[in-house]
């Protein structure tokens, strides 16, 4: 299965912690899309590369949230001194001209 | 302010019979809706979508109705099956035919098929 792959399915943390998550899109997908999604509602979008650049990012990427999307493949979500309200499921998706393809999601729990 | 709205959180359908999900958007800059259907755990998988020069799309069993004066679309399963069960999110896009762009996504309605 080539899908969208992400890394780790669940990580819970302690409040004032780091923590980094990974995406590997579909290989032939050069635009990445991270995307967040609390109890109730939808998702919501955050952020989302062209190959390496990062092109938009939504006020809700707070200072303490950083993406990177290195040499345009795989790409990473580091949320700092993580706060209770950062508690949510982390999607992350990939697309070309022909659809959206989402990985399975990260889901954070900070405690 | 939500620009693209799921008003029933859930819908109770008998199998075989019609689902019917509803969608109200706020944006008239929406030129393609997509209906995603998400299973506990796994992330959206896409279904069906319409672009706004259409009124109608048919997949299967799945149809997608739009009505662009009332900005209103709506998913219809017929028939309705209980591997249906899963929650629905209506999405938006502006521009680039829902491919590419950001997607604006309702708060989702859980169908719940009983055999």
């Known amino acids: 299965d080539t899908g969208v792959s992400q890394d780790p399915r669940h990580k819970i943390t302690k409040r004032g912690q780091n923590v980094t998550f990974r995406c590997d899109p579909i290989?032939?997908?050069?635009?990445l899309y991270w995307y967040r999604q609390t109890l109730g509602q939808g998702p919501e979008f955050l952020t989302y590369f062209q190959n390496e650049a990062q092109l938009e990012k939504s006020r809700l990427l707070s200072d303490r949230f950083s993406a990177e999307r290195p040499k345009g493949s795989f790409s990473t979500l580091e949320i700092q001194r993580t706060e209770q309200g950062d508690s949510a499921m982390y999607l992350c998706?990939?697309?070309?001209?022909?659809?959206?393809?989402f990985g399975s999601g990260t889901r954070l729990t900070v405690v | 302010d939500q620009q693209v709205k799921q008003n029933s959180p859930s819908l109770s359908v008998q199998e075989g019979r019609i689902s019917i999900l509803n969608c109200d958007y706020t944006?008239?800059?929406?030129?393609?809706f997509l209906w995603y259907k998400k299973y506990p755990a796994e992330g959206p998988t896409f279904l069906i979508s319409i672009s706004s020069i259409k009124d109608k799309n048919e997949d299967g069993r799945f149809t997608v109705f739009l009505n662009k004066s009332a900005k209103h679309l709506s998913l219809h399963i017929v028939p309705s099956q209980p591997g249906d069960s899963a929650v629905y999110f209506c999405?938006?896009?502006?521009?680039?035919?829902?491919?590419?762009?950001?997607?604006?996504f309702g708060k989702g309605t859980k169908l719940s098929v009983k055999p």
């Open positions: 998706a990939s697309s070309t001209v022909y659809g959206y393809t």
């Open positions: 290989s032939e997908h050069n635009r």
């Open positions: 944006n008239s800059m929406f030129d393609y």
């Open positions: 999405a938006a896009s502006e521009g680039y035919g829902g491919s590419q762009g950001n997607l604006i």
